[in-house]
């Protein structure tokens, strides 16, 4: 009996492993949604466009950055689920990819990123 249970919840694991995300908020030239995906466990769980661009130099401009970021997360997995905007989620993945960087040069990353509504 316990074998029967212990069997499916290792698979389950094996496939959260690989379960990644990512949020987009509503802009006038697109959608906002979270989609679910399988890909590769090289993002965070809560995956956001916006951790891909953080580390980039102040100059570069950010708006191709943010769209490679989530080209590439679609293009990496296979897509298991689409959702509408959840801000919490939003919420989550900025905080998630501002972790252990430093204030001052993260901010100002994010108020530019922000004027482009990510």
Known sequence: MRMTLILPALALAACALFLRSYTLPPAPDR?????????????PAFGSPRADCLPAPADQPVLPCLIASVARARDDGVTLLQLPFCATC?????????????????????????????
């Open 31 to 43: 959608r906002g949604g979270t989609t679910l995906l399988l890909t590769w466990p090289n993002r």
């Open 90 to 118: 939003y919420a989550l993945s900025g905080r998630i990819a501002v972790m252990g960087r430093e204030a001052a040069p993260t901010q100002v990353r994010l108020e530019q990123i922000a004027r482009f509504g990510w």
